[in-house]
């Protein structure tokens, strides 16, 4: 039996939306941002199928609906009508003469409705009435919304170079698993979830810790719905825009702290009045698949490919960032620091050190792509094929048998005979194997006399 190494889950925005509660996703669609969001994110059929049934008031039969695709491609209406009814957008009802029908949502058909044709309540945030005299540019606000997020990252990597964050990101960072606090010590230190953390991409970063503190915006007195609907709010403004903060609530003042503290707004001042939302907040919606933080990283001399591997096991890195020094010190052994280059090499021991750490195999491989130097493209393939292949087998030999001591069980007279005994055991869960053609099964060594007992009694009852 092979171990399993558990990968950080990283929701997209339909998978979180499907955990919440129905009273909340409808409250959720009395927003146009949210319903915009939601339509945006949706597979091409599943917008196909809600844009013809737009503009109808009234249920439209299953039968109809279903005539829309060729009937090879039932498996992919299936999934449409699955998602769309686990995300409220739509509800089977039964029509006049029993027919099935499906209705939409008549809150999402409204707010989707205003969002896209316009007209009814101001549903985007408000601009400020007069100019900022002090206005930044979008230059600054990259470069502002990278130094605020790496401040937590160079935190959790422990870097010396890092400010103090505040105990909000900290409970933040201990409710999400990825920091901990022994008992005894007051340091906190990372866990295998935050050195996985680590190596994900901005974009998927900033949407994971987003997605915690959305999970305890109930236990700091901010109501969830508002906050998800100033998020979406956020992903519909344009970089370089201010807005301003006085039609605000409490509470959304509050949560626009946080968000400042994470490098996701601008705020000159707490009492400013007007915010600027930086690139990580855009796009906020598409979850860790956004685009608009590529922009980002590519336009940024700081952020852009940094790093050559070589193969003979060599890898360079051309930065004088601490933070990303720390990166690559995870999975490499590194042997030489000058000002602005890092020289390292990966190792059997290195690798098996961040697999044991957490990290996978598959997010190493990736980080060292993602983080290529530009030259490396002008001969594909950016990380040579030996180097993936050869950490990808380092962390296979992690994954050995475990064994167990166990019993088995043979020769039985009959295929019935073979199945009784086979879910009796498997409904204890003590059955460890089992070949159906082979009419064979290993139960555990604990659960073998009550196995046992029971096979008696049944052989006593059937020759009876």
């Known amino acids: ?48 199928y809600i844009m013809r049934i737009l503009f109808v008031d009234q249920a439209v039969p299953k039968a109809i609906m279903g005539s829309w695709v060729s009937s090879n491609h039932t498996k992919e209406l299936d999934d449409v009508v699955k998602l769309l009814t686990e995300l409220r957008v739509w509800q089977a009802v039964e029509m006049q003469g ?26 985007s945030m408000k601009l400020p009435t007069d100019t900022d005299p002090k206005a930044r540019d979008i230059s600054f606000l990259d470069a502002y919304a990278m130094e605020r997020w790496e401040c937590v990252l160079h935190f959790m990597v422990g870097s ?48 994971y810790f987003l997605l915690q503190y959305l999970d305890t915006a109930t236990a700091r007195n901010l109501d969830l719905v508002e906050c998800l609907g100033f998020l979406f709010q956020l992903s519909f403004s344009t970089l370089g825009q201010d807005y ?13 702290q946080h968000l400042r503290e994470f490098g996701l707004v601008y705020q000159r001042k707490r009492k400013a009045g007007r915010f600027y939302p930086t690139r990580l907040a855009l796009d906020i919606a598409s979850g860790p698949k956004k685009s608009m933080l590529n922009s980002m990283t590519t ?59 957490g990290i996978t195999a598959e997010q190493i491989v990736s980080f060292l792509r993602q983080h290529a130097h530009s030259e490396c493209y002008k001969e594909p393939p950016v ?40 879910n009796y055991a498997q409904d204890r ?21 009550d196995v046992k007992k029971f096979w008696k009694r049944h052989s006593k009852s059937g020759s009876m």
């Not at 099935?100 to 316009?118: H, S």
């Not at 301003?244 to 509050?254: F, G, I, N, V």
């Not at 460890?432 to 060594?445: F, I, L, Q």
Request: hydrophobic share 40%; proline share 2%.
């Open 244 to 256: 301003s903060t006085d039609t605000m609530s409490e509470s959304l003042l509050r949560f626009l």
């Open 383 to 422: 990380l040579p094929s030996t180097i993936a292949d050869q950490i990808k087998l380092w962390a296979l030999e992690r994954d050995r048998f475990i064994y167990k001591d166990g019993v088995l069980y043979n020769q039985f007279d009959s295929q019935a005979d073979f199945e009784i005994l086979k």
């Open 98 to 123: 029993g027919l099935k029908g499906w209705l939409l949502n008549p809150t999402f058909r409204r707010n989707l409705k205003g969002a896209l044709l316009g007209g009814g309540n101001e549903w």
């Open 299 to 357: 336009t940024s001399n700081s952020n852009s490919g940094y790093i050559v591997v070589e193969t003979n096991y060599r890898v360079y890195a051309y930065t004088d960032s601490s933070l990303q020094v720390a990166l690559i010190a995870l999975f490499c052994e590194l042997i030489y620091r000058f000002p602005n280059l890092v020289v390292g090499i990966i190792t059997r021991e290195s690798i098996r050190q961040a697999l044991r750490s």
């Open 429 to 449: 869960g003590v059955l460890v194997w089992h070949n159906t053609n082979g009419r064979k099964m290993v139960v555990t060594k604990n659960g073998h006399d």
């Open 160 to 207: 010396h170079q890092h400010e103090v964050i505040s105990s909000d990101a900290l409970q933040l960072l201990h409710h999400a698993g990825l920091m901990k606090k022994e008992t005894g010590e007051n340091q906190m230190t990372i866990t295998k979830d935050g050195f996985q953390f680590l190596l994900m991409d901005t974009s998927a970063q900033v949407w």
């Open 1 to 48: 039996m092979a171990v399993q190494q558990r990968t950080l889950d990283c929701k997209d925005l339909h998978s979180y939306l499907k955990t919440l509660p129905a009273g909340t996703l409808d409250r959720l669609y009395n927003h146009p941002a949210t319903c915009l969001a939601v339509f945006r994110e949706l597979p091409e059929l599943s917008r196909h």
